[in-house]
């Protein structure tokens, strides 16, 4: 009797991670898929820039101050189908920059793309050798009208793990959204 309990218990237990994984699942893919339709509807002023997946590396850089107020969306780059950007719903939310869809008359755009700079290198038990790795965000402030790089910063993530296990990833974690938030406010005046 003990041990159809237990079985119970451990059944209940696996359907119920299922599920949390299930909704966790659905609800980020439900964030991509509302992220690429609001893409479809960016300005023509903004997807003009970015077509055939043109990188944001690909613009000249001229240094100066990104005075656009709050005039501004946030977009990753990298994209989908033909385009080289994606809209990043959360971080215009997290900047008040949401009234600004679809950037009609907007200034800039704040340009984010991902990244990883190795810091070291894990050796296994056999003396296998594998990279460790710190990701970061290298975040560009681009002139819409002048078609330029007026800045160019780095967020860093978390410090890779100082041990790798069998499985598992030997990156440290992206910047988190607030990080990103707090650089881009500070950024633009």
Do not use: C
């Not at 599920?19 to 893409?39: C, F, H, P, R």
């Not at 190795?118 to 970061?136: C, F, M, T, V």
Request: net charge positive; charged share 20%; aromatic share 10%.
């Amino acid at each position: 009797m003990k041990n159809k309990k237990s079985i119970f218990i451990l059944i209940g237990l696996l359907v119920l991670s299922t599920a949390g994984i299930a909704i966790w699942a659905y609800s980020v893919l439900n964030g991509i898929e509302e992220d690429k339709e609001q893409t479809l509807k960016l300005s023509t002023k903004i997807l003009d820039s970015f077509p055939n997946h043109t990188s944001i590396y690909k613009y000249p850089v001229s240094p100066s101050i990104p005075k656009w107020g709050n005039n501004y969306l946030i977009i990753e780059n990298g994209g989908y189908d033909e385009l080289g950007i994606t809209y990043k719903a959360k971080w215009n939310e997290g900047l008040g920059t949401t009234s600004n869809f679809p950037g009609e008359q907007i200034k800039g755009l704040v340009v984010i793309a991902m990244d990883m700079q190795a810091r070291g290198e894990y050796i296994g038990k056999l003396g296998q050798k594998d990279k460790a790795y710190q990701r970061n965000y290298i975040v560009s402030y681009f002139d819409l009208d002048k078609k330029t790089v007026i800045a160019r910063d780095t967020l860093y993530g978390e410090e890779p793990p100082t041990t790798k296990r069998s499985t598992g990833s030997g990156a440290g974690a992206f910047p988190t959204d607030q990080t990103v938030i707090d650089a881009i406010s500070n950024r633009i005046q």
